[in-house]
């Protein structure tokens, strides 16, 4: 191991060598990614920053796939050292790690999300499946073997054991991470119950399955979830789309929807038990540890019991923490950095 890594650097040290001034004087970690991750690990860089003596890194909201692309581009320091994500990486993602010399990664899974369908507590609750929501909420569905435009205008058309009363759902614009992950995770896990969705191509399946309908039933809030909750408060036909971590801030005044027969809870969200609930990942290149200052130090803070523990600040900010057994396997891997395999991924 101690081998690799030295020749690790050394290849690393040859491929600064061979670069601009400016490229060779980098001392502040590079970080790319997810846009979910991106304001925990804000949190920590920002900490560590603050109680170090090392520089605040630098992040880039890029998207999973869009880091994960940049991250394993290569080694030297023009190329990012640690890459966020909310998802795992693809097996086609390490492969191209890989072949482009990036081949000792180690894989941090750092807790879960959730995300909720809210109303007033007041309001008649949901306790919905996921293919009714998709029949509710996508742009098209099938009548007849066809897909057409969604003519259900009341939660009763999709199910009689729904509310006979209009369907209006308020959630986040396009541009919103959580509305990403409520199209796939929620819509397309609906619209894949449906046996017309086996017959759809791998392009169809991304525009029927992940569109939102358009016609009035699904309003876009921006990316205030304030304005959400006011609303819903004040209206108890409506119900809203967000985080969990929002719902439990004011669960004093709202409820959330029973998806698939489960009730979102933290517990449930971190067990992978809640069917709209993702883990959330970062990814640290190995070959430039000890190269880049700071990158295993800043890995043992994101690690650390102040940070992702109980009682840790990344709790505070919205995210949902592993279990301590978890939390602890994750401080292993932060003093030992043991390599992501192939094998894990498939």
């Excluded at 259900?152 to 199910?159: G, L, P, T, Y």
């Excluded at 449930?268 to 609930?277: L, Q």
Aim: with cysteine; net charge negative.
């Amino acid at each position: 191991m101690k081998l690799n890594k030295a020749l690790a650097t050394v290849a690393l040290a040859g491929s600064v060598a061979a670069m601009s001034a400016p490229a060779m004087a980098r001392d502040t970690i590079s970080i790319v990614g997810s846009s979910t991750v991106y304001p925990f690990a804000t949190v920590v860089a920002e900490r560590f920053g603050t109680k170090t003596d090392f520089s605040t890194p630098k992040l880039e909201s890029t998207g999973s796939g869009g880091g994960l692309k940049l991250f394993c581009q290569g080694i030297g320091t023009q190329h990012p050292d640690i890459t966020n994500a909310s998802r795992r990486m693809k097996t086609s993602e390490f492969e191209l790690c890989q072949s482009n010399g990036v081949t000792d990664i180690t894989e941090f899974r750092i807790g879960s999300d959730g995300i909720v369908i809210a109303s007033s507590k007041e309001a008649e609750n949901l306790d919905i499946t996921l293919e009714q929501l998709f029949l509710a909420l996508g742009s098209k569905v099938p009548v007849n073997g066809e897909w057409v435009a969604n003519p259900n205008k009341n939660w009763s058309d999709v199910d009689s054991s729904l509310p006979n009363k209009p369907i209006r759902v308020m959630g986040p614009p396009p541009t919103s991470g959580t509305r990403d992950s409520f199209n796939e995770l929620a819509l397309a896990a609906g619209c894949d119950q449906l046996p017309e969705a086996a017959n759809l191509s791998k392009d169809e399946h991304a525009s029927i399955c992940e569109s939102v309908r358009e016609d009035g039933a699904f309003i876009e809030a921006g990316e205030n979830d304030n304005l959400i909750v006011q609303k819903l408060i004040g209206d108890e036909g409506m119900y809203g789309v967000f985080g969990y971590s929002f719902m439990e801030e004011n669960s004093d005044r709202l409820q959330a929807a029973t998806l698939n027969g489960k009730v979102p809870t933290a517990e449930a969200i971190a067990a992978d038990d809640y069917p709209v609930a993702r883990s959330l990942f970062f990814y640290v290149k190995k070959a430039h540890v000890g190269v880049v200052p700071g990158i295993q130090e800043y890995v043992s803070e994101f690690t650390s019991n102040a940070a992702m523990g109980q009682n840790g600040y990344l709790k505070d900010v919205g995210l949902i923490v592993p279990p301590r057994a978890a939390l602890m396997d994750l401080m292993d891997k932060a003093e030992n950095m043991p390599n992501l395999t192939l094998d894990e991924l498939k």
